[in-house]
């Protein structure tokens, strides 16, 4: 069921119905990573590049200046981590304007008998999606922290992002046919597959250059998916769920 999501997402990634908002998705991730990018570096040249010349090098011998020179690497290759971990919530909230024009195509395309989605009202889809960046941005501050403990770093790379991400894209398409609520109720109850689809969307993430179209991949994989559960499990309702 998510090899088939992931491969009929895979194939609408390039689908002339979706070339439209193929570029306006990568255009506006690379726009917001450049962005973002500044900010991290303006910040880290105004606030913590003064103090590390002030604390740091004064309390050395003369001969040591070249330490200045490390510690701009490092401050360069932290730079870079944190564009990655940032990666997932810039992706995330981009999906937040453009899942209903990939679902509205997928949709019309490979499920042309049945009823069509409704977009979410603009109000709802913007508090959800600035909601989501926050508990997305927190799980990856975690994730960092977590990068310290040997073992355990990758795993938790994966695992955040994949349950993160799977959540957030899985009720955003299952929330074009439900109610928030059931939508919710029904993400949990299939939360084992969701969380194994939102593994490959972490593996995907992980892929330079190719990750910047991870929103796309995503939104479509999710479609798939709710589709496929929504089939296999043809009476679910929140009333059906007991309290």
Do not use: C
């Amino acid at each position: 069921m998510i090899l088939d999501a992931a491969r009929l997402s895979l194939a609408n990634l390039f689908a002339p119905e979706t070339r439209r908002v193929f570029w306006k998705v990568l255009g506006l991730t690379v726009l917001a990573l450049v962005i973002v990018w500044f900010a991290l570096r303006e910040s880290f040249i105004a606030f913590a590049w003064p103090w590390l010349q002030g604390v740091l090098v004064p309390d050395l011998p003369q001969w040591a200046g070249w330490l200045t020179l490390i510690f701009g690497i490092l401050a360069s290759i932290g730079l870079a981590l944190g564009l990655a971990l940032l990666l997932a919530p810039v992706t995330a909230i981009i999906a937040g304007f453009f899942l209903d024009d990939v679902a509205e195509v997928i949709e019309k395309r490979d499920y042309p008998a049945d009823e069509p989605g409704t977009a979410l009202p603009l109000g709802p889809a913007i508090l959800g999606s600035v909601k989501f960046l926050g508990i997305v941005i927190a799980g990856n501050l975690l994730a960092l922290f977590l990068l310290f403990v040997p073992g355990v770093n990758l795993v938790a790379f994966f695992v955040v992002n994949g349950y993160l991400l799977g959540r957030e894209f899985f009720e955003f398409a299952a929330m074009r046919h439900r109610p928030p609520e059931e939508a919710r109720l029904f993400r949990a109850k299939h939360a084992a597959t969701v969380l194994l689809a939102g593994l490959m969307i972490a593996a995907f993430l992980a892929i330079p250059v190719v990750n910047l179209l991870t929103p796309l991949f995503a939104a479509g994989l999710m479609v798939h998916l709710h589709k496929a559960l929504s089939r296999k499990d043809p009476g679910f309702t929140a009333s059906s769920v007991s309290p």
